[in-house]
């Protein structure tokens, strides 16, 4: 029997960081985000569905923000959200294959997953957690803006790394 599993807002987190001006990384978030899976007992032969609300970005700047949400990064009015979908058979620690549609892209992305457990709350509410990590070049989903550096190279690296805590709150 399949089991419904819904992410915890309140107890998961989806960060990234990229490199800026060669040297330093910029981290930030997205503070608005879902995901469900439906998978058989201990996770197996589960599927996978989630959704980011890119104008969530939050790194701490917000004007940073707001150049991040416009027309030379994401887009935010064209494209609202990034989405993920698998299959696998066992979501635990390895390496599974999502589509990933960023900005009007789609492609395979492979995440690394650390399963961290399973336990119940203590509000008699059964909980998993999930760790995963990812990095994409942002250039392959058509996020090209840069500026150069007088010094040589580019304002904002290529690779986005993309990690997650999640907690999942099975379902009733």
Not at 12 to 37: C, L, N, P, R
Not at 52 to 69: C, P, W, Y
Not at 89 to 117: M, N
Not at 153 to 167: A, F, N, S, W, Y
């Amino acid at each position: 029997m399949k089991t419904t599993w819904t992410v915890d807002p309140a107890h998961s987190e989806i960060g990234f960081s990229v490199k800026h001006m060669m040297f330093t990384k910029v981290t930030g978030t997205f503070d608005q985000f879902s995901a469900t899976v439906v998978a058989d007992e201990d996770f197996k032969n589960a599927e996978i569905s989630g959704n980011i609300e890119v104008a969530s970005i939050n790194t701490r700047n917000a004007d940073r923000d707001g150049h991040l949400k416009s027309a030379d990064f994401f887009d935010v009015e064209q494209f609202p959200a990034i989405s993920f979908n698998a299959t696998t058979e066992a979501l635990s620690s390895g390496k599974i294959q999502v589509e990933f549609s960023l900005h009007g892209i789609s492609k395979p992305v492979e995440l690394d997953i650390d399963f961290h457990g399973a336990g119940k709350d203590p509000w008699g509410i059964t909980k998993a957690g999930f760790s995963f990590t990812t990095k994409i070049n942002r250039k392959d989903f058509g996020l090209t803006w840069n500026a150069a550096l007088e010094t040589g190279g580019v304002l904002v690296g290529e690779d986005v790394q993309i990690r997650g805590e999640i907690q999942l709150a099975q379902q009733a």
